[in-house]
């Protein structure tokens, strides 16, 4: 009898465990899963500038820098939880301040394929402006970032890196044409825009292509450019100004320029 009642509290035993373990797998595989990963994310981080980061996913690969090109997905909403903004594939260059700066900031130091939260204080934001009609003044955002890609560079025989935006559909330039472009230029060191023919009162570009006006790495930077065509360039110090020091450009600097391609007229 007692050996008896002994097999039947063993095997009570075991199915209760069985069932507890099928449980708990349950809870992690289904509806746990937010409760177990939650653990595993680093608290937020608050930045100098006011601006909340916080992780979910690390990417792989290099950190993104400024002068790349980069597409990403995002999400944001404002304090009531009302979705205002979304991209599946945004494509922008990082660090020239060609978005809001909070973006800019939160997206420094991710990789391909990692995940952000980031809570954007006004001031980094749209400030007292706003963004009609979604966006109200002084509002702060809530931005949910993915990176899924990095464009890759291509390198010029002299060592102008470029990355293509847009695919031009027209000629392109040889020496002796002249040439019309937009462009825009900032300081790879800290992304200050130095010039732009975009700026107000401005007119596009117009120049000699090779023809020895303009710093060198301008030039070939837009070798293999068609009309149409728009494209970001990053010039080292030796095509570009070298050691000498230009009004709002230090000796030494790295150059990025964006261009857009709109003429081309050969010598007449």
């Known amino acids: ?36 990963t939650v ?28 002068g790349d090109v980069f597409t990403v997905r995002y999400t944001t909403y404002l304090d009531n939880g009302s979705e205002v903004e979304s991209e599946d594939a945004y494509t922008f260059i990082g660090g020239v301040r060609k978005v809001i700066p909070g973006l800019d900031q939160g997206i420094s130091s991710m990789q391909v394929g990692g995940q952000r939260k980031l809570i954007i204080p006004p001031s980094l934001a749209y400030g007292d402006a706003g963004k009609p009609p979604n966006i109200p003044p002084n509002a702060t955002l809530t931005m949910y970032l993915e990176v899924l890609s990095v464009a890759e560079k291509q390198t010029t025989e002299n060592g102008v890196k470029y990355v293509d935006l847009v695919d031009g559909w027209g000629d392109t330039p040889l020496a002796g044409d002249t040439v019309v472009v937009d462009y825009t230029g900032w300081l790879q060191s800290t992304g200050f825009k130095f010039d732009s023919s975009l700026n107000e009162g401005r007119e596009p ?9 303009l710093i060198k790495g301008f030039d070939e930077g837009m070798l293999g450019m068609r009309v149409g065509g728009k494209r970001v360039i990053i010039i080292p110090p030796e095509l570009g100004y070298g050691a000498e020091e230009k009004e709002n450009i230090p000796a030494g600097s790295i150059l990025i320029f964006e261009i857009d391609f709109l003429e081309d007229r050969p010598p007449s």
């Open 1 to 36: 009898m007692r050996k008896s009642l002994s097999r039947k509290f063993i095997m009570r035993l075991v199915v209760i465990l069985l069932i507890l373990a099928v449980a708990g797998w349950m809870l992690v595989g289904c509806g746990g899963e937010e409760s177990r």
């Open 39 to 66: 653990a595993q994310y680093p608290p937020p981080v608050t930045l100098p500038s006011g601006l909340i980061i916080q992780d979910f996913r690390y990417g792989d690969g290099a950190e993104l820098d400024r």
């Open 205 to 213: 570009m117009e120049f000699v292509f090779q023809g020895g006006k």
